[in-house]
């Protein structure tokens, strides 16, 4: 492991987050984590103290709640990690554009596309989407076809399920 | 005497205010494509320039949750239309890496030649383009014209120009053959004489390099609060590029540099995508000595399932990283797929790094970004 990705996995260990490691090879990312909305801010700027940049920010609707997905890279080592974040019982969920000004937009966009609050975030209109669609909301599932949050969770392959032709079909 | 000086002075009890609303786009030139900006000015001084997005959304996002994941592959080549192979890339290495397919070596060879060759051809539009926006009209005579030399070589073994969608995966559609190989190296040829006529008519261009030196700086920290990717990144001195921190197909067996600038202005990036040039030369120079024979299509199931849960793949795009983010509920329909494009996240320092400026450095920061707007509205 690259010192700089020992620095960080000691000090979120240090702040008691779990982080969950990935086989590179099968997935492309190196750690997953899954945070408590209320420790979202804290995550972030211990991001951006050990130097990651944000990838990207986006959403996935599962039941029973939206998750908030963000991703970290570095720059200067092979190092990638995925966040999620389930947003409140009001879809909401605190904004980290202040400490990733490129969240700004990826926020803007994931509200657009998903109806989430960002929480204090400094201008929380359409992007994407024109002002009159601000209600349509367009990645949401609707009830045949949203899943369960566990079903879209990695399993290795021996654990795969035989093939379900019913959830195939359109 | 008196009197006419008192005139002079500007009149502090009449309230005024120079402060107004310029609409830059959606049909501007400048905005290659249907972007807005919407500039608050003072005077000739931009105040805060906000960009309007969303006027080439597709919702390709939805898309792709909708069809059969292969389906989806022609869509891949409809985001960034400048440089379409590498999305065509990203798409199919991210399935056969969950999937387990290998690709024949030829194939990948063939990605990494066509791939750096649609990188040329993108660079050569965005040199003319660029300097089309701050007046030059000539550099895009000469750009287009080496740009139509590649177009023809790709359109050759790919059928189309600009969209392409050639990739498949497991491999590509079509074999190329030795009048490809000879084009390419023609090509190669020429393009090494060419760019004594580039330095000649714009690198050394005293009015281009008062127009662009010093001009929309970005620094490590601003690069990295953003996501700042690709030559933007590169011109500010940091050698990130996904071919290299993190290889994929069979870049690592090609030797190559990572050009980077050092001022991290509109000069450097322009100096960066013009060394850019000559290192995608070296690689498909690499790439055609050592071009093995066998298969370019590798035999793949015609129905493929997807294994539950997430994944993730990166690859330089020519605007910067492109990471396709699957999360998949098995089948064969992906239940989510994040598209992260490189131009989304650069163009959006625009804000901080224009205020203040001159309107005309605005058009000399925001044409160094290289921007495709289908690829940041989706």
């Known amino acids: 492991m690259h010192p700089a990705t020992e620095k960080l996995v000691t000090a979120l260990s240090e702040q008691s987050i779990v982080l969950n490691e990935c086989d590179y090879a099968e997935r492309g990312y190196h750690f997953e984590i899954d945070l408590d909305a209320g420790r979202l801010r804290e995550f972030a700027q211990c991001m951006l103290e050990q130097e990651m940049y944000l990838v990207f920010v986006g959403g996935l609707h599962v039941d029973p709640a939206i998750e908030i997905i963000y991703q970290f890279a570095s720059y200067d080592r092979l190092c990638r990690l995925v966040l999620r974040v389930v947003v409140d019982s009001n879809n909401a969920i605190p904004t980290i554009s202040d400490i990733y000004q490129g969240a700004n937009w990826h926020e803007r966009e994931t509200r657009d596309f998903y109806g989430v609050i960002f929480i204090d975030h400094p201008n929380l209109v359409p992007l994407i989407l024109a002002e009159e669609d601000v209600d349509l909301k367009p990645l949401l599932k609707n009830s045949d076809n949203i899943k369960e949050s566990a079903a879209v969770r990695w399993v290795t392959v021996e654990e795969q399920p035989e093939t379900d032709e019913k959830a195939d079909t359109d | ?378």
Not at chain 2, 56 to 75: I, L, S, T, V, Y
């Open chain 2, 1 to 378: 005497m008196e009197t006419a000086q008192q005139n002079l002075e500007p009149a502090t009890d009449i309230p005024h205010d120079n402060r107004y609303y310029l609409n830059m786009g959606p049909q501007h030139p400048s905005t290659h494509g249907v972007l807005r900006v919407l500039l608050e000015m003072d005077g000739e001084y931009v105040i805060d320039p906000q960009p309007v997005l969303g006027y080439g959304h597709r919702m390709q996002e939805k898309m792709a949750e909708h069809k059969n994941w292969m389906a989806f592959m022609p869509n891949t080549g409809r985001m960034d239309y400048a440089a379409a192979l590498p999305y065509n890339h990203g798409y199919v290495a991210l399935f056969e890496r969950i999937c387990g397919i290998e690709v024949p070596a030829r194939a990948e060879y063939i990605r990494v030649i066509t791939s750096e060759l649609n990188r040329i051809v993108s660079h050569h539009l965005w040199i003319g383009a660029m300097l089309l926006d701050m007046g030059a009209f000539t550099p895009i005579l000469y750009t287009f014209d080496d740009r139509e030399q590649v177009l023809d070589i790709l359109e050759d073994v790919t059928g189309s120009r600009l969209t392409y969608c050639y990739f498949r995966v497991g491999g590509v559609c079509k074999d190329i053959d030795d009048n490809f190989v000879e084009k390419t190296r023609a090509f190669i040829k020429r393009q090494r004489e060419r760019f004594d006529v580039y330095n000649k008519l714009v690198t050394g261009n005293i009015i281009f390099i008062k127009r662009t030196e010093g001009v929309g700086v970005i620094s490590l920290d601003m690069a990295r609060r953003y996501g700042v990717t690709g030559p933007v990144l590169r011109g500010s001195g940091i050698a990130y590029d996904v071919r290299k921190n993190e290889p994929y197909s069979v870049y690592p067996k090609f030797d190559f540099d990572i050009p980077t600038g050092q001022n991290g202005d509109s000069y450097d990036r322009y100096l960066v995508r013009l060394e850019e040039i000559e290192q995608s030369l070296r690689i498909i120079e690499q790439a055609l000595d050592q071009l093995p024979d066998g298969p370019f299509l590798a035999k793949v199931p015609k129905k493929l399932k997807m294994p539950t849960g997430d994944s993730s793949f990166a690859v330089e795009a020519a605007r910067g990283e492109l990471t396709y983010y699957l999360v998949s509920g098995g089948g064969d329909i992906p239940y989510r797929l994040k598209i992260r494009v490189p131009s989304y996240s650069n163009l959006s320092v625009l804000p901080e790094l224009c205020q203040g400026m001159l309107l005309s450095d605005l058009v000399a920061a925001m044409g160094s970004m290289d921007l495709v707007i289908p690829e940041i509205d989706r």
